[in-house]
């Protein structure tokens, strides 16, 4: 092959692949739950998203009565934005220290 040729081919095949790259459009980020809302009730933690998309769930740190030393993580069942509250519950002979909700563009 000639040089002048090899060149030529080398310079179509770089500017195709800039090209594809250009032309390949970027993906809509999307928005995660917002307007959320919480509550503790009892033993539990629940947590509510109503605007925006994706996934939510609660989360709440337990502690043993009885132990400022001993904690366990809990999670609620994870939501879609709109289909109800979740919930995260200590045990009976735990109390609730801290919560919060966790979000996610994707199923939990």
């Not at 310079?11 to 928005?31: D, K, N, S």
């Amino acid at each position: 092959m000639k040089a002048g040729l090899r060149k030529a081919l080398k310079a179509a095949v770089i500017g195709g692949l800039m090209a594809g790259a250009v032309i390949v459009p970027a993906t809509a980020a999307q928005a995660l739950p917002s307007h959320c809302s919480d509550k503790y009730v009892l033993h539990e933690y629940w947590a509510n998203c109503t605007s925006g998309t994706g996934y939510y769930r609660a989360k709440v740190r337990c502690y043993k009565i009885g132990s400022s030393t001993q904690y366990t993580t809990r999670y609620g069942v994870g939501r879609k934005v709109g289909e109800g509250i979740s919930i995260a519950s200590c045990l009976i002979s735990e109390e609730p220290m801290s919560g919060t909700w966790e979000l996610s563009n994707t199923k939990f």
